[in-house]
């Protein structure tokens, strides 16, 4: 439980609190929040580098697309407030965390 708390703080800070910031200082905000999100989603592909292609791009998709979810969120809703990212994020982490150890292990 803790390790998916610290490292939903951690990247959220990173990536919503300051590269979303501070790509958003050089190009409009909607193309930030893409960057931001590509890069979550590519560093995320280290954990399933000895797969196939299949299960790469699943984990890179669906990651990008919760980090550009989780800064649309910080912009649109939350009042530019990480808290609510950190929650989810947390409890997406909790999630896969199960679902690996109950389906592929």
Known sequence: MWACIQTALSEE???RGFLLELFGQWINWGWANLLQATI???IH???VLNQSIGPI???VGLTAGIGW???WLKKTK???SLF???LIHAGANLLSTVLVFCFLL
Do not use: P, Q, Y
Request: with cysteine.
């Open 69 to 71: 979810t989780l800064g």
């Open 78 to 80: 939350s009042d530019g």
């Open 13 to 15: 800070i990173f990536f």
């Open 84 to 86: 609510a990212g950190i």
């Open 40 to 42: 979550f989603g590519l």
């Open 45 to 47: 592909c280290f954990s």
């Open 57 to 59: 791009f699943l984990v």
